[in-house]
């Protein structure tokens, strides 16, 4: 690990510059605000579920953590993303106990999943380690839980640059086909494309809203508790509950397949659980050898259809990286790599995500008052 020096007012500083940024695009103007309104003109949801990761059950989670009043993000809209920095803990009720696991370090052996306050780091001297699952980078943010403290903006009409855009929803998530663990970020054509020039440079995709854990589950009431700087030196806490009413977890997704066209796209099949409200097929061009600029890209199918079905994946889908005019390239260049692989939610997923949805507290369970999942396994190739 790399170490370095931070003094205490460089920490206020940037604790300060996260507390007063405003919408992305406009200037930055320190708002008239109190460090109690960050905590009371937000809202905080938490549901909890079932995970069935490739045949093996863990827990799921989502979360959202939204402005809810004008006074609680000065600066942003009603919906977006409440904070630029936090630190989560959730605790999992009597019998939960994490189990030994390099993503869970220390809290191996606890109920408590946790992280370290940012705020450790303004210690002269080296860094101390992460010891924690969440780390100091792990916050809760617009649409789940992601390491990305302080390269969140509050801002983007569209919300998209609500949350980050690094490693997808589950990256503490039990490894998928193989040692890999798998990346879920949204892309076109069912979320807008990200690489169009019209987002941040670096953004790659959407968040698709949930974390699973390699964990089995264990019925009862699960506690998330934020703790959200209101100033240099003072934080708040903001507290959110859900209760795992059933263990039972839906069938396992078995992993999607895809026939190539030989044009950049091609068709996609796959069954559907029983149970499943809706479902994401992704994929993953892991080389965009045709782009010009860094891969992966990613791609996204939904259906909220059952049962065994095709999908076509469309042959040009890929980044232009400019949104005037925008010229696509393929989805899938010759000679790439691709990954592909599905989840299927018994919840409004996709009704709940960004940009299409800006509601402070959006719907985030299902019929059964649960947030189960299940993903399949990846599929991976290399296009002729």
């Known amino acids: ?24 695009g406009n200037s930055a103007v320190q708002p008239t ?15 909890v579920g079932t995970a069935n990761i490739a045949g093996t059950t863990g827990l799921n989670t989502v979360v959202t953590f939204r402005c809810a009043t004008a006074a609680g993000c000065p600066g942003t809209a009603t919906g977006n993303s409440a904070v630029l920095l ?7 009720p009597a019998g939960f106990t994490i189990p030994t ?16 306050l940012p705020t450790v780091q303004g210690i002269t001297g080296v860094t101390p380690p992460v010891t924690t699952t969440f780390g100091y980078a792990g916050g809760v943010y617009g649409m789940g839980f992601a390491p990305a403290n302080g390269s969140v903006t509050t801002g983007g009409t569209n919300g998209s640059a609500n949350y980050p855009k690094t490693s997808g929803a589950n990256f503490y998530a039990l490894p998928l086909g193989g040692a890999t663990t798998l990346s879920y970020i949204g892309g076109p054509p069912t979320f807008p494309q990200g690489r169009d020039g019209t987002y941040p440079s670096a953004y790659v995709g959407f968040l698709e ?3 699973d854990y390699a964990v089995p589950p264990v019925g009862g009431t699960y506690v998330l508790n934020v703790v959200i700087p209101t100033s240099a030196t003072t934080n708040g806490t903001k507290t959110a509950s859900a209760t795992l009413n059933s263990t039972a977890p839906l069938p396992t997704f078995a992993p999607p397949t895809i026939a190539l066209d030989g044009l950049g796209g091609g068709t996609i099949s796959v069954n559907v659980p029983v149970g499943v409200t809706e479902a994401y097929v992704d994929v993953v061009n892991l080389t965009g050898s045709c782009y010009g600029l860094p ?3 990613y791609f996204t199918l939904k259906t909220t259809t059952t049962g065994p079905q095709a999908l076509t994946l469309p042959d040009t889908l890929g980044p232009s990286f400019s949104s005037a005019p925008a010229t696509f390239t393929k989805t899938i260049c010759s000679g790439d790599k ?7 939610f018994d919840y409004p ?9 800006t509601a402070p507290t959006p719907t985030i369970v299902g019929a059964n008052g649960q947030a189960d999942i299940t993903a399949s396994a990846a599929t991976a190739g290399t296009s002729p």
């Open 209 to 211: 809203g949930f974390t």
């Open 1 to 24: 690990m790399n170490t370095k020096r931070i003094t205490t007012t460089a920490l206020a500083i940037a604790i300060g510059s996260l507390l007063s940024a405003c919408t992305s």
């Open 33 to 47: 605000v109190r460090g109690a309104d960050i905590i009371g003109g937000t809202a905080l949801q938490l549901a």
């Open 295 to 297: 891969a992966p890209a």
């Open 338 to 344: 691709y990954q592909v692989y599905a989840v299927g």
């Open 86 to 92: 936090d630190t989560p803990s959730l605790a999992g």
């Open 101 to 116: 696991n390099t993503a869970f370090k220390n809290d191996a052996g606890t109920n408590v999943f946790t992280a370290q």
């Open 349 to 357: 997923a996709f009704e709940a995500s960004y940009p299409g949805s």
